[in-house]
């Protein structure tokens, strides 16, 4: 896994080249760590913390946006940091997920796509890696 943007690398990367890149982040391949090794919690956020989602591809920033540079980009998508919006304190708690919302994941980056894809144009395509909508599976 991709630890900049979470691509998944289905195989041993190790096998990979010196010079391969992830293909969504274009970081080099040690900066990818094994998934099994790597104990899947969820993340422990403050509740006055200051936070930041790119509108573009949901991209969370901790801190404070407004301190970067003016050239700060998405590190996923590579937006302008006038991109992002402030996410508002919310109590730290388990989201509740309806079991009738419909849910499809990219099966290159990952990425989720809340609702029903198939009612989208055939032209469709990710927000993040541009692949068409037929490379997402439901959830």
Do not use: H, N, W
Request: net charge negative.
């Amino acid at each position: 896994r991709c630890t900049i943007c979470g691509y998944i690398y289905e195989g041993d990367i190790s096998k990979e080249s010196d010079d391969y890149k992830c293909p969504i982040c274009t970081v080099p391949k040690d900066m990818f760590v094994k998934v099994e090794d790597t104990p899947v919690q969820e993340p422990v956020i403050e509740q006055k913390s200051i936070r930041y989602r790119c509108t573009i591809c949901g991209y969370i920033y901790e801190g404070d946006i407004s301190k970067e540079s003016d050239d700060y980009k998405c590190p996923i998508c590579t937006v302008p940091k006038d991109m992002f919006v402030k996410v508002e304190d919310t109590p730290v708690q388990e989201p509740v997920i309806e079991q009738a919302s419909i849910r499809y994941r990219c099966t290159i980056c990952g990425y989720i796509y809340e609702g029903d894809i198939t009612k989208e144009s055939d032209d469709y395509k990710c927000p993040i890696c541009t692949v068409p909508k037929d490379m997402f599976e439901k959830l």
